[in-house]
């Protein structure tokens, strides 16, 4: 794909777009059929709605298998092949649902009563112990105070946006996220910086606005030391709180996505080749979305 290139300069204290040239930066005819070639019928449901070539209904029908009857969610993440609901696949689910914005359904609906049900009286979110008898990795281990830690700031992440008021389970799960702030960040994962810029972004009090500025600072640092899953997760956030691409932050991160495209069309990420069909969706999607790309021009087959 032919495109112009933008570089970042630094003008009185802000980061500004120039253009540098035209070059081939994202082939996604190439991308595109990577998708269909490796991905799922969730995939390939997903990449044909954000190109406009199917309705939400489509993917929620390819998702339906991975919504336990409970509300909780299980096979949306290839790290976890078991069928114990999961909140890290259920973060997964919240995450999907909120990029279709169809508002509130049957299933959002589910998945938040699994949420409420399932909340500790302190405010935070912990995976079941039965899950421990399939092979899980370690940010899956229950009992873990990090790994409580970054479930419920990605709990919180999602709920924001999708419950579009301040219900008590995210105040109880606000509560729990200040009482673990280090004055700097939450301990763990850098997951829970960009996740807590938009569950803390527009905060009335002090503390709260104390910790959206820190993981706004931490991700602008960070961003371009992430995994590529993460980039793009951590632009979502961006997007979410109203950031456009002359922010630093953006412009690092996207930086990082238009530099990565491996020759078979998809993109590489640490967390596994069974990941790479998701990742290359998302990546086409928040490219589109900051204005890199239109995937409404490209035929979808």
């Known amino acids: 794909m032919t495109g112009r290139l933008f570089t970042c300069l630094e003008q009185g204290g802000k980061i500004r777009f120039a253009i540098i040239g035209v070059i081939n930066i994202i082939n996604i005819q190439r991308a595109v059929r990577f998708v269909k070639e490796n991905g799922t019928g969730f995939h390939q449901s997903s990449l044909r709605f954000k190109a406009g070539a199917a309705g939400a209904p489509c993917v929620l029908e390819n998702l339906s298998a991975c919504h336990n009857r409970d509300g909780g969610w299980i096979g949306v993440d290839a790290d976890y092949t078991g069928d114990i609901s999961s909140i890290t696949c259920t973060i997964t689910g919240l995450r999907i649902l909120?990029?279709?914005?169809?508002?509130?359904?049957?299933?959002?609906?589910?998945?938040?009563?699994?949420?409420?049900?399932?909340?500790?009286?302190?405010?935070?979110?912990?995976?079941?112990?039965?899950?421990?008898?399939?092979?899980?990795?370690?940010?899956?281990?229950?009992?873990?105070?990090?790994?409580?830690?970054?479930?419920?700031?990605?709990?919180?992440?999602?709920?924001?946006?999708?419950?579009?008021?301040?219900?008590?389970?995210?105040?109880?799960?606000?509560?729990?996220?200040?009482?673990?702030?280090?004055?700097?960040?939450?301990?763990?994962?850098?997951?829970?910086?960009?996740?807590?810029?938009?569950?803390?972004?527009?905060?009335?009090?002090?503390?709260?606005?104390?910790?959206?500025?820190?993981?706004?600072?931490?991700?602008?640092?960070?961003?371009?030391?992430?995994?590529?899953?993460?980039?793009?997760?951590?632009?979502?956030?961006?997007?979410?709180?109203?950031?456009?691409?002359?922010?630093?932050?953006?412009?690092?991160?996207?930086?990082?996505?238009?530099?990565?495209q491996d020759d078979d069309g998809g993109f590489i990420t640490s967390y596994g080749a069974s990941h790479r069909a998701d990742v290359t969706v998302e990546i086409l999607d928040i490219l589109h979305q900051y204005g890199y790309m239109d995937l409404k021009t490209i035929p979808m087959g």
């Open 98 to 260: 909120d990029r279709l914005k169809i508002g509130s359904c049957p299933m959002l609906d589910a998945t938040i009563q699994f949420l409420k049900r399932n909340q500790k009286a302190g405010g935070y979110w912990d995976e079941p112990v039965g899950i421990l008898e399939f092979d899980i990795p370690n940010w899956y281990i229950p009992k873990y105070k990090l790994n409580q830690i970054w479930l419920t700031s990605g709990v919180l992440r999602y709920l924001t946006t999708l419950a579009g008021t301040e219900t008590e389970m995210i105040a109880k799960a606000k509560n729990y996220l200040r009482s673990q702030w280090d004055g700097e960040r939450f301990p763990g994962y850098a997951h829970n910086s960009w996740m807590g810029m938009v569950s803390f972004y527009k905060s009335a009090d002090g503390s709260g606005r104390e910790i959206w500025d820190n993981c706004l600072q931490n991700v602008t640092r960070e961003i371009t030391a992430y995994d590529i899953a993460d980039v793009v997760w951590a632009l979502e956030s961006c997007l979410a709180i109203g950031l456009g691409r002359e922010h630093r932050a953006v412009a690092a991160g996207l930086g990082v996505l238009l530099s990565v």
